[in-house]
């Protein structure tokens, strides 16, 4: 409880607001990773396939 205590109130005060910033840049990069890895194992090698086949 101690930390969620002073996690709020460093984000209340603004000091902490360039971490909240960074962690929520960490969040999207992350989450972008994530859909492209899903999108890889759900269309697998045919979207590997296609993409060679036009690069040419």
Known sequence: MPL??????GALGGT????????VVVV?????????VVVVVA???STV???EV???
């Open 43 to 45: 269309f697998g090698s």
């Open 28 to 36: 999207v990069v992350v989450v972008v990773v994530v859909v492209e």
């Open 16 to 23: 902490c607001g360039g971490s909240v910033v960074v962690v």
């Open 4 to 9: 969620v205590e002073d996690n709020e109130s």
């Open 54 to 56: 036009r690069g040419p």
């Open 49 to 51: 396939a296609s993409t």
